[in-house]
């Protein structure tokens, strides 16, 4: 009975932490991401995830991170606000749902690993000097851009959410 209640209360006092610190967390994420999508979706941030393995793991630890921490906030927000009406907790938990469903990392890795397929072939195929080179490094950035621009979009609302939430 005494472990139990010892659990417990550390599982209250990290959910007590965690409500405290998120803001801060979620912030710092979203800046490292902000930073990261701006390298990503140049011709010369794919090579470099395509090429260099540890920048791809550290892209892709970075998005489990926040992930993780989506679904911390997710928790947070659903329990505080379970029988409100309030508008801004709604908006929070659907775009973290977004996010959890559709921008998952599986996908996310799936969608990088087909742009690194492409990027490998505008190399094979196409002469450096030629026209239809930088077309083809044009086509592939624009598609980097629109994904990584709208997973980019998901997690800034959900740190605009979170400052307008009570959370304590």
């Known amino acids: 009975m005494k472990y139990i209640l010892i659990v417990s209360?550390?599982?209250l006092t990290f959910f007590a932490q965690a409500q405290e610190n998120i803001v801060a967390v979620i912030d710092d994420l979203t800046v490292k991401w902000d930073k990261q999508a701006e390298e990503l979706e140049t011709y010369s941030g794919i090579k470099y995830y395509c090429t260099a393995e540890v920048?791809?793991?550290k892209t892709i630890a970075l998005l489990d991170k926040i992930h993780h921490y989506d679904t911390l906030l997710y928790q947070i927000v659903s329990e505080k606000y379970e029988?409100?009406?309030d508008k801004e907790a709604d908006a929070t938990l659907k775009d973290i749902l977004t996010v959890e469903i559709e921008?998952?990392?599986p996908n996310f890795k799936a969608f990088l690993?087909?742009?690194c397929v492409k990027f490998e072939e505008i190399g094979e195929e196409y002469d450096i000097s030629s026209s239809k080179y930088f077309k083809e490094i044009e086509k592939l950035e624009k598609e980097l851009a629109k994904y990584v621009d709208a997973v980019t979009a998901r997690i800034d609302l959900i740190d605009e959410h979170v400052h307008h939430l009570k959370l304590d």
Do not use: W
Request: net charge negative; aromatic share 20%.
């Open 113 to 115: 690993k087909e742009e």
């Open 103 to 105: 921008y998952t990392t």
């Open 83 to 85: 029988n409100s009406s």
């Open 9 to 11: 209360f550390s599982i």
């Open 55 to 57: 920048y791809r793991e």
